[in-house]
């Protein structure tokens, strides 16, 4: 029901910008989350924003490095990424909850993207 895109290769340092769409339904009805899975972890929850994007959460490992934001006419949710480390090398997915707020918790999700890889390497 998402479609994630714009992951990639990237140099450590370096930026990208994620991209969820829908379609077929409103993306702006429901709290978006980005959560990313990376070889041999379990997946874990990266950034959210609310309904409205008057709220945004972060993970305390991409706080001040990482932006969500939304775009209504767009029917889009973004994720940008910045000072990007091999750390940060995962498959990325968009995900939502039937109903409910802006949370990082993957359990508490119901729908999700096929999601999009990004690797950080020199």
């Known amino acids: 029901q998402f479609v994630e895109s714009g992951g990639g290769l990237v140099q450590p340092g370096g930026s990208l910008t994620l991209s969820c769409a829908a379609s077929?339904?409103?993306?702006?009805?429901?709290?978006i989350g980005w959560f990313r899975q990376a070889p041999g972890k379990e997946r874990e929850g990266v950034s959210c924003?609310?309904?409205?994007?008057?709220?945004?959460k972060y993970s305390d490992a991409v706080e001040g490095r990482f932006t969500i934001s939304r775009d209504s006419a767009k029917n889009t949710v973004y994720l940008h990424m910045n000072s990007l480390t091999p750390e940060d090398t995962a498959v990325y997915y968009c995900?939502?909850?039937?109903?409910?707020?802006?949370?990082?918790?993957?359990?508490?999700?119901?729908?999700w993207g096929q999601g999009t890889l990004v690797t950080v390497s020199s």
């Open positions: 995900a939502a909850p039937k109903v409910g707020r802006c949370v990082l918790d993957a359990d508490g999700m119901d729908y």
């Open positions: 924003i609310s309904t409205s994007g008057g709220i945004t």
């Open positions: 077929g339904f409103t993306l702006g009805q429901y709290a």
